[in-house]
């Protein structure tokens, strides 16, 4: 029988790595994007066949129970919310709305149209905020510092609750930072190799950075989909880290990043103190023993590697267009 996954968030970048493995399992998938959405939908471009597009929003709680009745999944993944933290500041209100209701509408939805499926629920390190420990692991205390990971808290314990009160089988990914070439160049990791790719070629002269001593637990997207995955294929439900376990400076990703091009950074790099985050201070470092021990995961890509792979990415892509 051919299992059914419903993907929110399908445009985004785990979205699109995550249609991919299910589709290479046999899976039929449905994805869920906003019907007046503007989203790029470059990302899944090449998967265009084999998904079925469904419209429906998480602030709609009608469309959501629309879109589980018509697909009927056997497992639904929550990758959508505004995952933006400097944006959480400035619509800290909007966030809260698709990132932690929109996450209690999802919830509902499942259990009043099909209480057997299997959900997964997208977490993130920033739950942790300023963490009395590190690494931190699964029953670390959650001390959110920024709207964005106090919706995600949010989120999560109400995917918790509806687990022990509907008897639902709801988990969560708590994810670290992970990055791939279909990361936006917003984020750090992306803005770096793209950058020095933009050096390489002449298209640009320098990069502008925050805090070079700011530390992060980096892992590559399609290591984490796959831990995703993993998660609703067990007899019971769990909550998992799901991260590198490791941590690296902004430094050490520049010197990486320049490195790949033969490229000295310091005769590129400018520090901008207005790039800096009020929480520099906190190190994000997740702990991977349970998933390990339990799940046998752990991730496939080094951070040398994901370096790597995304600076080649960023020079062919920009070989190209400028061409």
Known sequence: MVKKALITGLTGQDGSYLAELLL????????????????????????????RILSGDLLDQSSLMDVITESQPDEIYNLASQSYVPISWTQPALTAEY???????????????????????????EVFGQPDESPQNERTAFRPRNPYGAAKAYAHWMTINYRQQYNLYACCGITYTHESPRRGTEFVFRKITHTAAMIKLGLAKELKLGNLEARRDWCYAKDAVYAM???????????????????????????????????????????????????????LIGCINKIRDDLGWKPEYSFKQLVELMVDHDLKELSGEKS
Not at 29 to 39: D, K, P, Q, T
Not at 260 to 267: F, H, T
């Open 24 to 51: 290479l399992k046999g899976y039929e998938v449905f994805g869920l994007v906003r019907r007046s959405s503007s989203s790029n939908l470059d990302r899944i471009s090449h998967l265009s066949g084999g998904i």
């Open 99 to 125: 990132t932690a209701l929109g996450v209690s509408r999802i919830l509902e939805s499942i259990r009043r149209c099909k209480p057997d499926a299997r959900f997964y629920q997208a977490s993130s390190s």
């Open 229 to 283: 995955w993993l998660m609703l294929q067990q007899e019971k439900p769990d909550d998992y880290i799901i991260a590198s376990g490791e941590a690296h400076s902004v430094r050490e990703l520049v010197e990486c990043a320049f490195g790949c091009v033969g490229l000295d950074w310091q005769d590129y790099v400018a520090v901008d103190s207005s790039f800096y985050r009020p929480d520099e201070s906190v190190q």
